[in-house]
């Protein structure tokens, strides 16, 4: 069965420091991984997804993320964080198993200070 | 615009009275799905839909029903609604339920269930 792990509850980070988000997957496919960001009161919005063409994937506002399968891991990193950073992270792995199920992480909450 | 539209975004009611969550996409998607958000538990996955009239469940799905009687709809039942169903729900569309497909979102539904 696939699951997924978000290590992190919560994390901080000054403004202009980088931002690390790990979360490790378990698959018996070749999984498809996902990040998504939650902004407070709004919806999910795709950071970037893991298509097997490469390892390190570059996603949107400055967000990365590197697929080690022997680490089982996709953790999400940014350079140098921003304030309007701060936001719900969600890690999500779905594989070929055929059960067409996305199983989310709990989430971790990025909290950005000034 | 292509987008995932629920209605309602804000329903509070009381146990026992049945209740309909809409879901409406305007992208042609094949896959549906429906999660409810809970604090500390990330999303967790209700029913899902790979077409019209082909619906499966997810990792929660007692005490709700769905249906898929068109393409762009998939709305969510609630029959008899308990106080555990308070939660805050999303609705999500793909391209497909195959790998490396993203989710789009809907902006969420939050019910109060008294």
């Known amino acids: 069965a696939q699951s997924v792990t978000q290590l992190d509850s919560h994390v901080s980070v000054s403004e202009g420091t980088p931002v690390l988000l790990r979360c490790n997957y378990s698959?018996?496919?070749?999984?498809?991984l996902f990040w998504y960001v939650q902004h407070p009161n709004k919806g999910l919005q795709l950071l970037l997804k893991?298509?097997?063409?490469?390892?390190l994937v570059k996603g949107i506002n400055g967000f990365e993320a590197e697929f080690k399968k022997s680490e089982t891991s996709f953790h999400l990193t940014k350079p140098s964080a921003h304030m309007s950073d701060a936001a719900e992270y969600f890690c999500?792995?779905?594989?070929?198993?055929?059960?067409?199920?996305?199983?989310f992480g709990t989430g971790t909450r990025l909290k950005v200070l000034a | 615009e292509a987008q995932v539209t629920q209605n309602p975004r804000y329903l509070i009611t009381v146990t026992g009275k049945k209740l309909t969550v809409t879901c409406s996409q305007n992208?042609?998607?094949?896959?549906m799905s429906w999660y409810r958000q809970d604090p500390g538990l990330g999303l967790r996955q209700i029913y899902y839909?790979?077409?019209?009239?082909?619906?499966d469940k997810g990792d929660v799905p007692e005490g709700y029903k769905v249906s898929r009687k068109e393409k762009r709809n998939f709305p969510l039942i609630l029959e008899s609604p308990s106080p555990n169903q308070t939660s805050l729900y999303f609705c999500?569309?793909?391209?497909?339920?195959?790998?490396?497909?993203?989710?789009?979102f809907g902006d969420g539904t939050r019910l109060s269930i008294l």
């Open positions: 893991y298509t097997s063409a490469a390892t």
């Open positions: 839909s790979m077409n019209v009239e082909v619906t």
């Open positions: 999500a569309s793909s391209l497909t339920g195959v790998m490396f497909q993203p989710q789009h």
């Open positions: 698959s018996s496919y070749s999984p498809s």
């Open positions: 999500v792995v779905s594989d070929a198993s055929g059960t067409y199920k996305y199983i």
């Open positions: 992208m042609n998607h094949e896959y």
